[in-house]
């Protein structure tokens, strides 16, 4: 069962015990002034965003994985790349970096003096190099699953894994906006199946996964699909309570989620392409 809490989010993480957590996945502020934010500095955000990572790193077991999202510090019209800035904050725990996940995805604000923003980052953390992967269960499907070696040693044999292929550091995955099934009232909410990839491949049934910036709770529900236990705070009242909920219609079978893996809508195919 998950634990949740409406609390800030170094409190939550000062009553988790040391190196009990195996997964930490979460999609801080960016420091636009949303609703869910005060605008401060970047220096002000940076000293917030080292103390929330500090903390996750004592309770981050050693075989575990930080996966921190974000996009783009954007002012007058000039952006500034939040995880480039982030990198020496993350480096300085002694952290090591395995990926740099591009999540891309097809709706947003339209700009009209640059090109229109259409990724984030998913940067992939692990204390050392020996850290808990699964590579199977998030294994997409092949272009030619048939293929085989025409030649050599091998040849007559499939060329590729029959389960499908690695998905690559580059993801197609639909934001959550207002035709969505998973949309509610937060304006920048996880797709579910954005973390059920980080949940699958970096965590055992179990499992304790962590989202100290919750917001919904989809990283929560996403740990509840798979075995694994979640555990996540929001200092919003009303975003806890809609996870709340949203975990009970997990529970009796109501929650409404995209499919991992469903094909994304192309207008220009026969039925989307689906």
Same mark, same amino acid.
Request: aromatic share 8%; with cysteine.
């Given at each position: 069962?998950?634990?949740?809490?409406?609390?800030?989010?170094?409190?939550?993480?000062?009553?988790?015990?040391?190196?009990?957590?195996?997964?930490?996945?979460? $999609?801080?502020?960016?420091?636009?002034?949303?609703?869910?934010?005060?605008?401060?500095?970047?220096? %002000?955000? *940076?000293?917030?965003?080292?103390?929330?990572?500090?903390?996750?790193?004592?309770?981050?077991?050693?075989?575990?994985?930080? =996966?921190?999202?974000?996009?783009?510090?954007?002012?007058?019209? %000039?952006?500034?790349?939040? +995880?480039? @800035?982030?990198?020496?904050?993350?480096?300085?725990?002694?952290?090591?970096?395995?990926? /740099?996940?591009?999540?891309?995805?097809?709706?947003?604000? &339209? =700009?009209?003096? /640059?090109?229109?923003?259409?990724?984030?980052?998913?940067?992939?953390?692990?204390?050392?190099?020996?850290?808990?992967? &699964?590579?199977? !269960?998030?294994?997409?499907?092949?272009?030619?699953?048939?293929?085989?070696?025409?030649?050599? !040693?091998?040849?007559?044999?499939? $060329?590729?894994?029959?389960?499908?292929?690695?998905?690559?550091?580059?993801?197609?995955?639909?934001?959550?906006?207002?035709?969505?099934? %998973?949309?509610?009232?937060?304006?920048?909410?996880?797709?579910? %199946?954005?973390?059920?990839?980080?949940? *699958?491949?970096?965590?055992?049934?179990?499992?304790?996964?962590?989202?100290?910036?919750?917001?919904?709770?989809?990283?929560? @529900?996403?740990?509840?699909?798979?075995?694994?236990?979640?555990?996540? =705070?929001?200092? +919003?009242? +009303?975003?806890?309570?809609?996870?709340? +909920?949203?975990?009970?219609?997990?529970?009796?079978?109501?929650?409404?989620?995209?499919?991992?893996?469903? !094909?994304?809508?192309?207008?220009?195919?026969?039925?989307?392409? &689906?």
């Amino acid at each position: 069962m998950s634990i949740l809490s409406r609390q800030n989010n170094l409190d939550f993480l000062a009553g988790i015990e040391d190196e009990s957590v195996k997964l930490v996945v979460t $999609s801080p502020p960016y420091n636009l002034g949303k609703a869910y934010e005060v605008r401060s500095s970047v220096d %002000e955000w *940076l000293a917030g965003q080292a103390a929330v990572i500090s903390e996750c790193v004592r309770i981050l077991d050693p075989r575990g994985s930080i =996966c921190w999202q974000v996009g783009n510090y954007v002012t007058a019209g %000039e952006i500034l790349p939040l +995880d480039i @800035i982030l990198y020496d904050t993350f480096s300085k725990q002694n952290l090591q970096l395995r990926n /740099r996940i591009i999540w891309q995805f097809g709706h947003g604000l &339209h =700009c009209t003096n /640059r090109l229109s923003g259409r990724y984030e980052t998913i940067n992939w953390w692990t204390k050392g190099s020996n850290y808990t992967w &699964h590579l199977d !269960p998030i294994r997409v499907p092949s272009k030619y699953p048939q293929k085989k070696y025409f030649k050599g !040693p091998k040849a007559g044999q499939l $060329s590729g894994n029959p389960m499908g292929k690695n998905p690559s550091d580059v993801w197609s995955i639909p934001n959550v906006k207002a035709n969505h099934p %998973e949309k509610t009232v937060h304006p920048c909410q996880f797709p579910v %199946e954005l973390v059920e990839r980080l949940v *699958l491949s970096m965590t055992d049934p179990g499992d304790i996964v962590l989202d100290p910036y919750m917001g919904v709770g989809s990283s929560l @529900i996403a740990a509840e699909m798979h075995g694994r236990v979640g555990y996540g =705070c929001d200092t +919003d009242s +009303d975003y806890v309570e809609i996870a709340r +909920d949203r975990l009970r219609q997990l529970a009796d079978g109501t929650l409404k989620t995209r499919p991992m893996g469903k !094909p994304i809508y192309d207008p220009r195919l026969p039925n989307g392409g &689906h």
